[in-house]
Every structure is written in C-alpha cells, then in structure tokens.
C-alpha cells in the first residue's frame, strides 16, 4: 500500500541555519505530495505542495520538490525562525478518486535563538 | 480561501456517555470530509471517509458502531464517540477537501481538533 516515510525528529536547530527534512514515499501511480505544518494543540495548515513529477511548492522561505526518480519531496528553508518551530508533516493523495492522505509519522522541529 | 470549522476545541467527559463533534465548512461545500485522531507526539491516524448523503467508510481496525459518523449536508459532518471510556481520549482532527479551481489543483483543509478527554 501507499506508505510515508520521513525524516524522524526531533530536530533542534539554530535560528538562521539551514534546514532538510527527508520524506520518500512509496506509491502506486501518479501521487500528489504535500507538507502540513502543526503548531502546538492546533490542526494541521498546508505549507505547501506539488501534484506532478519536477514541480516545486514554496510558501513562506520553505520549499519542496517532487522527485519522481527519488521518490522524494524532501522539505528545505534556507534560513528558519524561532517561528518556524512546530511539528512537519509530510503527506501524500494517491490519486483522484482516492483522495485519503497518507502521512509520514511528522517532524517535531525546535528552532533555539 | 476554504476553511473549516470544528468544534468544540475541546471536551472533558465523563466515561460511559457520549461525545459530539462538529466539522463544518465555511465558505465551501465539502461532498467528502475525513476524520482523523491523534496521539501524544504520534502522526493522524485516519479513522473514516464521509460523503454528504451516504454511509461513511472506515479504515481497518476501527469500530463504526462506536464512531458515530454523519455527514448530513454538504457542510457539516459529524462524528459522535458513543459510551467513551479513558482509551478515547485522544485529539480529532477533520478534513475536507475541496476542488479549489478544479480537480488539478483539489486540495485538504483542516479544522483546528478537538482535544476529547474521558474521565
């Protein structure tokens, strides 16, 4: 089945450094992938995403790619906000028609001054 | 853009009785929204798909007689925890999906949970 896998946490970092946070996936067809972001006690916000092969989704200084080749959509900000701490994500919809997300077993991201 | 609604944020019981949560959206109709739960520092679990007019679909493992889902119009699904005991506590989350400018760019809106502890 459609399965997840990303980057296990947690992840302490610096304000300004660079961070990654990997996310493959296995899927049959043509997945669409996303990143939520979950601040403490809330629901999930999309960050962003991307529904075909090469694209890119960008919100707010993150990015993401999806790699086909990889099976990857490994999630990147140059520079991260003490903000930015929250727990990541990653996510995919197999295919119209079969719209559930799949999610990886998130990120908790701590982001120190 | 599409949000949705959920309430309440959240709810002490006490074990034994039931447990009503609501999921609407605001500004879109939602044919199809999700139920999910979540446990301390773990990923969603999802628990059913609900479509507006019929009978939800439960994933494996999970009880339908004790999770009550109805999704009576295109904005509003419910789930309803039926003679909660202390192993239902845990956070719910709901999700609706929505067509955005088309079926290329459909896409999942959250509500903010509702945290249900049973006492």
């Known amino acids: 089945g459609d399965s997840v896998t990303q980057m296990e946490g947690p992840v302490t970092l610096s304000e300004e450094a660079f961070l990654t946070i990997n996310c493959t996936y296995t899927?049959?067809?043509?997945?669409?992938l996303f990143w939520y972001v979950q601040y403490p006690g809330e629901g999930l916000q999309l960050l962003l995403k991307?529904?075909?092969?090469?694209d890119k989704g960008s919100n707010k200084g993150f990015e993401a790619t999806y790699r086909k080749e990889t099976t990857s959509f490994h999630l990147e900000k140059g520079s991260v906000q003490v903000s930015d701490s929250a727990v990541y994500f990653c996510?995919?919809?197999?295919?119209?028609?079969?719209?559930?997300?799949?999610f990886g077993t998130g990120t908790r991201l701590t982001i120190i001054p | 853009g599409a949000v949705v609604s959920q309430h309440p944020s959240w709810v002490i019981c006490k074990s034994g009785t039931s447990v009503k949560i609501e999921c609407r959206s605001l500004?879109?109709?939602?044919?199809?929204m999700f139920w999910y739960r979540q446990f301390p520092k773990q990923s969603l679990m999802l628990m059913a798909t609900?479509?507006?007019?019929?009978?939800?679909?439960?994933e494996q493992g999970v009880e339908k007689d004790k999770f009550l889902i109805n999704h009576a119009s295109l904005t509003l699904s419910t789930l309803t925890v039926t003679s909660a005991h202390p192993e239902d506590s845990s956070f719910y989350i709901c999700?609706?999906?929505?067509?955005?400018?088309?079926?290329?760019?459909?896409?999942?809106?959250f509500g903010s949970g509702t945290r249900l502890t049973v006492v």
């Open positions: 609900s479509n507006e007019g019929s009978k939800a679909t439960y």
């Open positions: 996510a995919l919809s197999a295919s119209l028609g079969n719209e559930k997300l799949t």
């Open positions: 999700s609706a999906m929505h067509l955005g400018s088309g079926w290329s760019n459909y896409g999942y809106t």
């Open positions: 899927a049959t067809g043509y997945p669409s």
């Open positions: 991307a529904t075909k092969a090469d």
């Open positions: 500004d879109f109709q939602a044919t199809t």
